[in-house]
């Protein structure tokens, strides 16, 4: 029952044709299906309605159309490229193809993925590395936060709309056909467990604000794997019927670590992920967890905003580290005392740059970012500091300029200069000047 | 307390949420044939599209009662839609209706198929006859509705040729629940349809708007999406036999 089938030329708003180029679709849903296209000469996704309500709604169709003229916030949308013209009483819209490895978040949350073979098989889903994790973690906050500047809203995030690569930590961000700016709604019902409780209580429509609550459920179930909101209370209830889900979802949801109502914690059995995760992240990362499904469960306002996760995201990157033994950990509460950073597993330890509020442990190949070195930076891609060893000396580790500008580096009364693509030794005590403003400490040991 | 050593990529998959989809299933002598043969090679099709519609946290489960001369559960436990094989069915003697509402009222409890621990959405039901019941389905009716799974479930129902509406309607509640089809021309595409919208709607939830879901054993939020979704699909007939569409003739 194909819409379409290969060589249909399906004409665009904008002039020129998408072509199809595989008879089936590549994939079909409740709203309409996806085709394989050709659109200025490379393969696209052409996203073609079959629902009536999306291809009658004049409404919806100029929404898309706005955006195609606005264009993508950033690189991270499957953004709606052209909008087609009428064919047969519907239309459709171009947009890229995801990379073809590329996992979907709920994929993920499974930890694996069913094949479409018969029989069905499972392929395990898994992040490379947890630097991947954080950087997908990262890109999904920076992506809405680009959304979100332009007074749009994404609406329905759930776990279908994210696209990773599980090797890199690369996502692109699917599903844009309901981004509208704040306050317009084309009645998209959300997906339960994502959706802020004033959407689940239909007292509010979509928007900046809700987007923020799922946005904090989706990091949410990205490190700590479970549902912030599925407790014991809510096991109670056995049938989550659509009034259970009001109430524990809408009415008074309870987080699981609320700090003060022990009433909804996680269950043994159920939730082993958040059980044995929670403790092992630090605070600063908890609290806004916490801000986001406590306080503001209903003062909407204080929900944390995308650049608060951003910053307490670009430190965690830095806290968690690597042992060369293989051991992984967060730098723990004591290093500042301490002045250096131990591996739990095997006990060696590591010198301690601090850069602001950021323990950076000094392992090999440990790095900082733009963000953190340079005054009124917000590039956290670009690494300006690494930890290398001596070509020369095996064993002298040092901390290498990758940055363009120089370093001036502070020692016990001494001064010197580190040039960019150069490298200075790491002495417990020594002070760096990244520029005129923005300096790190590489702790002393106690 | 941080400075652990741990995996943070070793998890468990996700807690998920169990909807269980009962399917009662009319094989009596009259569904011999055209109309099973469309049954089982439909079910055998559209279950591995449901595979990904409720997203990585639910399970969706499938229980098969058919009913003839008895009932019969194509497996004695509830499956998970992700390794469940359809057996195929054969058809042959009466249509025991009753026979299956109370065998469902039996296994609709916390004690049989929806057992705790787990946490269930609300269930789907889904019951499919040609004709009229030969025992007392009515009076097996009342007693299944008292069940409180059943009240907040979802109860769609797919009479074909010379049914009997009114105990589908019965069941179902609400008459634009029953979807009908003359001919039997497009079973497929309304057993395609009423699988897949039913385990969308039954593992979403639906918070969206406010009303219709003050009462815990109401289903009413559940049957309006359902009801949306139908004329989503079939335009504003609400019989979709008036316009049969082309008949699924695969798989004989
Ligand atoms: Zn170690």
Redesign the pocket.
């Known amino acids: 029952m194909s819409s379409f089938s290969s060589g249909d030329r399906i004409p665009l708003m904008t002039g020129g044709y998408a072509k199809v180029v595989r008879d089936a679709p590549l994939g079909s849903g409740g709203q309409g299906e996806v085709y394989l296209v050709e659109y200025k000469g490379t393969q696209h996704a052409l996203k073609w309605y079959t629902s009536l309500k999306m291809r009658t709604s004049v409404e919806f169709k100029e929404n898309i159309r706005k955006n195609v003229y606005d264009g993508a916030p950033s690189e991270r949308f499957a953004w709606p490229l052209d909008v087609t013209e009428d064919v047969n009483g519907s239309f459709g819209y171009v947009m890229r193809l995801l990379p073809k490895d590329n996992e979907e978040f709920s994929d993920f949350l499974r930890t694996y993925r069913i094949t479409k073979t018969e029989p069905p098989r499972r392929v395990p889903v898994k992040f490379a590395s947890f630097p991947c994790l954080i950087r997908a973690a990262i890109q999904v906050v920076d992506s809405f936060a680009a959304l979100h500047r332009v007074g749009k809203s994404y609406q329905d995030l759930n776990d279908g709309g994210i696209s990773m690569d599980m090797s890199t930590g690369d996502i692109i961000i699917c599903d844009c056909d309901n981004i509208a700016p704040d306050r317009t709604n084309f009645g998209i019902a959300g997906k339960q467990g994502y959706m802020a409780p004033e959407i689940v209580l239909g007292t509010k429509t979509p928007d900046v604000y809700s987007d923020r609550f799922s946005l904090a459920v989706i990091l949410f179930k990205l490190f700590f794997r479970d549902d912030p909101f599925w407790g014991a209370k809510v096991c109670k209830c056995c049938n989550l019927t659509d009034y259970n889900y009001r109430k524990y979802y809408g009415e008074e949801p309870v987080f699981i670590y609320h700090p003060t109502d022990s009433s909804n914690r996680p269950v043994e059995g159920i939730h082993d992920n958040v059980i044995r995760m929670w403790g092992r992240y630090p605070q600063y990362l908890k609290d806004l967890f916490t801000r986001a499904f406590v306080d503001g469960l209903k003062e909407t306002s204080k929900r944390p905003i995308e650049i608060e996760w951003m910053s307490a995201l670009i430190r965690l990157r830095s806290e968690s580290f690597m042992?060369?033994?293989?051991?992984f950990s967060f730098v723990s509460d004591d290093a500042e005392k301490s002045g250096e950073c131990t591996?739990p597993?095997?006990?060696?330890s590591y010198p301690v740059l601090m850069l602001g509020k950021t323990r950076l442990p000094l392992a090999k190949d440990a790095v900082a970012y733009s963000c953190q070195t340079r005054f009124g930076s917000d590039d956290f891609e670009k690494i300006t500091l690494k930890v290398v060893e001596n070509r020369l000396k095996q064993g002298l580790m040092g901390l290498k300029n990758l940055d363009d500008c120089d370093w001036e580096v502070f020692l016990d009364g001494t001064r010197k200069s580190v040039q960019p693509d150069k490298g200075t030794e790491i002495v417990p005590g020594m002070r760096i000047e990244f520029d005129r403003k923005t300096s790190g400490t590489v702790l002393r040991r106690n | 307390m941080t400075g652990e050593a741990f995996d943070p990529l070793e998890a468990e998959p996700i807690a998920r949420k169990r909807l269980v989809l009962f399917y009662l299933i009319d094989v009596s002598g009259s569904m011999d044939g055209q109309k099973i043969g469309v049954v089982n090679q439909v079910m055998e099709e559209v279950i591995p599209e449901i595979r990904n519609v409720g997203g990585a946290d639910s399970d969706i489960q499938l229980a098969v009662l058919t009913f003839s001369s008895g009932t019969s559960w194509m497996y004695p436990q509830p499956s998970s839609i992700e390794t469940f094989q359809w057996s195929r069915l054969s058809a042959d003697g009466m249509t025991s209706m009753g026979g299956a509402f109370l065998e469902l009222d039996n296994k609709m409890s916390r004690s049989a198929f929806l057992s705790a621990p787990h946490l269930s959405f609300a269930p789907v039901v889904f019951l499919l006859t040609d004709g009229y019941p030969t025992d007392d389905a009515l009076g097996a009716l009342e007693k299944l509705k008292l069940n409180r799974w059943f009240k907040s479930s979802l109860k769609v129902a797919l009479g074909i040729g010379d049914f009997d509406r009114d105990i589908l309607e019965a069941f179902t509640g609400n008459p634009e629940l029953v979807l009908s089809t003359a001919t039997g021309k497009n079973l497929a595409q309304l057993i395609r349809f009423a699988t897949i919208s039913s385990s969308t709607i039954g593992s979403r939830s639906m918070g969206y708007g406010s009303g219709g879901a003050d009462s815990e054993d109401s289903s009413a939020l559940k049957e309006k999406a359902f009801i949306d979704m139908k004329k989503d699909a079939f335009g504003d007939e609400q019989n979709p036999t008036v316009d049969d569409i082309d008949m699924d003739d695969s798989g004989w």
Do not use: L, V
Not at chain 1, 323 to 327: I, K, P, T
Not at chain 1, 345 to 348: A, D, E, M
């Open positions: 042992c060369s033994c293989g051991g591996c597993k095997c006990g060696r």
